[in-house]
């Protein structure tokens, strides 16, 4: 394989096969709202064949650190066109990865409110990094299939907001212990109903979020990221 050649990935033709993986950068304001400083700094990476952007909150519940960026309201979409549409004017592409912490974070930065997961489980022997110093994990709220059934919902959503904001395609986050992978863990998810209990029910939730992305954008536009390794 030749690093510089060019890649067909799906629907995209890169022009190298470099592609820069996600990192949270924790930049942007209280609201989720990116800055310019934002398009700089991708659009000083846009010569690599393709951009993986930061974990991107889905929705205000999705929050599990301060100072991440959202695409759920309009303000925090015309922001990202402009990162978009930098990309794009220097030859390169941008995906977004859609993000929802469950309850990998803390009611400090959630309005008072307590995360989510599959089950009331709290992470033990570490400390979560908020808006106020380390703090010790909460036990989080434990999500009901009426409420599953509603996030399934905002990751559909948030993938037509990320094609509104110009991104090429999404990757849904779906490793390193965030919700997704908080199903799929036997070590966070204990329940008995139709999202539990077995493999096939543990991973019902992911298997139901990427169809319902899918149906949203087109599946040529969507990925997932996998890790079997993850410290909770």
């Known amino acids: 394989m030749k690093l510089f050649e060019t890649l067909s990935f799906g629907d995209l033709k ?18 989720g709202v990116i800055s310019d400083s934002t398009v700089t700094y991708y659009t000083q990476r846009s010569s690599a064949g393709m951009i993986i952007s930061e974990a991107i909150n889905i929705s205000e ?24 549409t930098s990309v794009h ?28 997961a599959p089950s009331a489980i ?25 409420e599953i ?8 959503k948030a993938a037509e907001n990320a094609i509104e904001a110009g991104f090429d395609g999404v990757e849904i986050h779906g490793a ?21 209990g077995n493999i096939e029910n543990n991973s019902r939730f992911i298997l139901e979020v990427v169809n319902e992305v899918a149906n949203k954008i087109g599946s040529n536009k969507v ?8 410290p909770y």
């Not at 990925?223 to 993850?230: H, T, Y």
């Open 149 to 156: 059934g509603a996030i399934i919902k905002d990751y559909g």
């Open 223 to 230: 990925g997932i990221k996998l890790s079997p390794l993850q």
């Open 61 to 84: 519940q999705a929050i599990g650190s301060p100072l991440t960026p959202g695409i759920y309201t309009s303000e925090q979409i015309n922001a990202w066109k402009k990162v978009t």
């Open 14 to 31: 890169l022009k190298n096969r470099m592609v820069m993986a996600a990192m949270t950068r924790s930049r942007a304001n209280s609201n």
């Open 122 to 146: 709290p992470i033990s022997g570490q400390q979560h990094f908020t808006s106020k110093g380390l703090q010790e994990f909460e036990t989080p709220h434990e999500l009901t299939v009426e």
């Open 89 to 116: 004017k220097n030859g390169g592409y941008i995906i977004a990865q859609l993000w929802h912490t469950g309850r990998l974070g803390h009611s400090i930065d959630k309005n008072g409110v307590l995360p989510v």
């Open 176 to 196: 390193n212990g965030y919700l997704p992978n908080q199903f799929l863990a036997e070590s966070s998810n204990i329940r008995t109903d139709l999202y539990g």
